[in-house]
């Protein structure tokens, strides 16, 4: 398994990347790009969230939770009092913090339900619902969130399985195999309720096709190329 250091330095890189390359092909602006390149790192991190009480992840959710909380008080700043303001704030940092955060750690083994494909879909197609529905982010920016967040972890899962095999001698250690899971017998309760809760946020989740349009575009992708080098290689 890879460690704490390796995913957030694979989650960055990897949404760096992507990001510019989305940014330079104007589907995002500037403030889009930064988001999705954050959304990304914080989905490198995701899948252990789980792990165990281990200083790097309750450091995570406290990052987590105070962006949250800000981001809600940020939200709602026009309409509310300094008082309810700061009230908010605590009171959504605390419900992150300690609830959210008390029932992961309890209702979750390590490379449990969390360590596992459907459920970074499900929390991927969560924050486009929550970013268009709740916060009013356009369908298309809101899709790049969550495909932002699915990769970052993706990078996650595919570096535990690639850390799982010995480079060296080409052995197959015994975790191999258990990092890009889709189903686990011995959890299948919690795997068909997690199917079902994907399934509800594929139906209420806003309309892909823009999106998708967008991204396959061949227009979008030309002027890319075109803009790819220094001007002075490609003429
Ligand atoms: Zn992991």
Known sequence: MANFNTHLTGGFAVSAITGLIVYKAGLVNAQEFLSCVLIGTIGGLLPDIDSDNSTPIKLGFNLISLALAFALVIHWQSSLSLL????????GYGLMRYGVFYIFTRLTVHRGIIHSVPYMVTMALALVSINHYLLGV???????????????????LGLDEAYSVDLLNNRLKRSSG?????????QRFYFIGLYGILFMFITISPPFAPFWNKVSDPV????????MLPEVLTR
């Open 178 to 186: 258990t990092a890009m899971k889709f189903y686990k017998h011995d």
């Open 220 to 227: 979008t992708w030309w002027l890319l190329k075109d803009a």
């Open 138 to 156: 356009a369908a298309i920016t809101s899709w790049f969130y969550g495909a932002f967040l699915l990769l970052g972890a993706l990078v996650h």
């Open 84 to 91: 309810s303001m700061l009230l908010l704030w605590l009171v």
